[in-house]
């Protein structure tokens, strides 16, 4: 048996979500199909409505409603610190944290040769257009080897244009006690160690 | 560290769901086929979520999507036990239900497998002989382990970036000799031991005066000038030519290539001495000895390597032997026939 056509386009658009494999989007169409029409209305909605009202920051291309983000908008932040993150959900993880007041810069992606992704389809260029009040930038990538490589890029150029620019610590979780951790991350974190 | 017991689900042609074991020599016997093989390659895979030689998808019994195998072990310090999941995609391994990696799984447990297959450590691929390193010391060091991956990472990112001229090659260049020279350097010291205990061993197989040499070949001391050297080619091809990645184990014996001038039989001799190297590096990291899983014994024909063979069995505190007959001494014996175990014939 065959799928109506309706089904089956709508399986293969969930299915290119990231993180939606074929067999997680066939269940979330056939989820959708039992549910009550206003509810599924209303996601539909709610989807349009976000896309229609969400843009990028035209500062630091975090996600906003408004032209400029909540952070750019804030002026109690210090304004002359960037963060340099990955995605949107860094920038959140380290609001998180409470402990930190500067400014953010998002680069939606990290180079990856593999992926097509190299310097120009990031936002590398704003990045070095907005610095020239800035007094330092913080380079939160991942840790991963293609958030190291942006990291060292971004670090080179930095450099060349005498920005002062420091890469974030990743230590030890806080309140572990030293034998239960694993050997890379205590490595990681004595050899990322800074005086104190 | 002792195996207790090897739970299995359509592992293979394997039927018994839960095998226990005790120390000493557990022989399993049984004719052609009948799944022996099997039965040791779900241990080696129970105890180190890795499989000697192929993929781990393969295993599923044919005609089935999925299925697992778990093993409990014994150690000094108690006992821990795993699981692992053969079904397709990401590898699931679980280490008192805890999801791990392949490298944090090897801090707990260790087995090695010798199999008549060894022999192609010597005359098979470049490939199998980094295989037989990267993979020993990946156990052996969680740093090696890690270094290993993203410098493979890089590896491929780098080759990406040859062939896309605005893809920031230089950073992925400064990456790939940064990494390269650690994994580099890692396995050299390391081969010093492994080195150490191979000739050991050889001249105790064979009472031989030719020693066994082992070195690495694509070493570099600097990355950085192998790869300047290797631009022409490089640009040719289009791929990264120099780095660990390309290296290969060098095995001599009286200074001449095994590879290109040995024998079968000091090609198999020397394979398992490579075998024993890792048993005694894993034991020493652990401070206790792997669970020593020998395939096959009675296809050895040689008396010499079978004498061997049978001694470093009988000296392990736990050893699982496999043949069409059984082994002398045998603390337990399993008979198995179309993958059926039992404990009489
Ligand atoms: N994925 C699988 N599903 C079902 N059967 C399999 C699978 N993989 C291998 N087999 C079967 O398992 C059988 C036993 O293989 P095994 O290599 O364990 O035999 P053995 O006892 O070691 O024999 P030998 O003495 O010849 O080495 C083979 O007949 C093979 O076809
Ligand atoms: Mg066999
Ligand atoms: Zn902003």
């Keep these: ?196 | 560290m002792l195996l207790r017991a090897l739970s299995q689900l359509n592992f293979r042609n394997l039927l018994t769901p839960r095998l226990t074991f005790g120390p000493g020599v557990t022989a399993v016997v049984g004719r052609n086929a009948a799944g022996k093989s099997n039965l040791l390659e779900a241990a080696y895979l129970g105890l180190t979520g890795e499989l000697p030689y192929g993929k781990i998808s393969e295993t599923v019994r044919l005609g089935e999507t999925e299925g697992y195998v778990s093993v409990s072990v014994e150690r000094d310090d108690g006992i821990v036990s795993t699981q692992i999941g053969l079904a397709p995609g990401k590898k699931l391994i679980r280490l008192d239900g805890q999801t791990v990696r392949t490298f944090e799984l090897a801090k707990a447990t260790a087995a090695v497998l010798i199999t008549p297959e060894d022999a192609d450590l010597v005359h098979g691929a470049p490939a199998l002989r980094r295989g037989y390193l990267d993979t020993l010391l990946s156990k052996l060091s969680p740093r090696y382990a890690l270094l290993h991956r993203e410098y493979t990472r890089v590896v491929d990112q780098r080759n990406a970036a040859l062939k896309h001229p605005d893809a920031a090659l230089k950073v992925w260049t400064e990456r790939f000799i940064e990494l390269g020279n650690a994994v580099g350097a890692l396995r050299s010291r390391a081969l010093v031991k492994v080195a150490e205990i191979a000739a050991d061993t050889y001249a105790e197989i064979s009472g031989d005066d030719k020693p066994l040499g082992v070195s690495l070949t694509g070493a570099h001391e600097n990355l950085a000038d192998a790869l300047s050297e290797s631009e022409f080619e490089e640009r040719a091809r289009g791929v990264t030519v120099v780095g660990p990645h390309r290296g290969d184990l060098l095995l001599t014996l009286g200074g001449h290539s095994v590879q290109t001038y040995g024998s079968r039989g000091e090609a198999r001799t020397t394979a398992l001495s490579l075998r024993v190297a890792e048993y005694s590096l894993l034991s020493e990291k652990h401070r206790e000895a792997p669970v020593l899983l020998l395939d096959d014994f009675t296809a050895e024909l040689d008396a010499g390597r079978r004498e061997f063979l049978l001694r470093l069995a009988a000296r392990a505190p736990q050893a699982i032997v496999s043949g069409t007959e059984a082994p002398p001494h045998a603390a337990a014996q399993l008979f198995i026939s179309g993958g059926q175990v039992r404990a009489e014939p």
Excluded: W
């Design chain 1, 1 to 196: 048996m065959r799928y109506p056509p309706a089904l089956t386009q709508l399986i293969r658009e969930l299915g290119r979500l990231p993180g939606i494999g074929p067999k997680s989007a066939q269940r979330l169409a056939f989820h959708l199909f039992n549910q009550p029409d206003d509810d599924v209305r209303g996601l539909a909605e709610a989807l349009l409505n976000a896309k229609g009202s969400l843009r990028q920051c035209e500062v630091c291309f975090n996600i906003t409603d408004e032209a400029r983000c909540a952070v750019c908008t804030d002026p109690q932040r210090t304004q002359a610190i960037v963060c340099v993150v990955e995605e949107p959900a860094d920038l959140l993880a380290i609001e998180r944290s409470g402990e930190y007041d500067g400014l953010y810069h998002v680069l939606h992606g990290a180079l990856s040769p593999m992926n097509g992704v190299g310097p120009d389809q990031l936002t590398i260029q704003p990045l070095l257009a907005r610095l020239k009040d800035v007094e330092e930038v913080i380079l939160a990538t991942a840790t991963t080897v293609e958030g190291e490589a942006t990291a060292m890029y971004l670090a080179r150029l930095l450099g060349e244009i005498k920005v002062p620019t420091s890469r974030i610590a990743y230590g030890l979780p806080v309140g572990g006690d030293l034998e239960y951790v694993d050997e890379v991350t205590l490595g990681r974190a004595i050899s990322n160690r800074r005086m104190v």
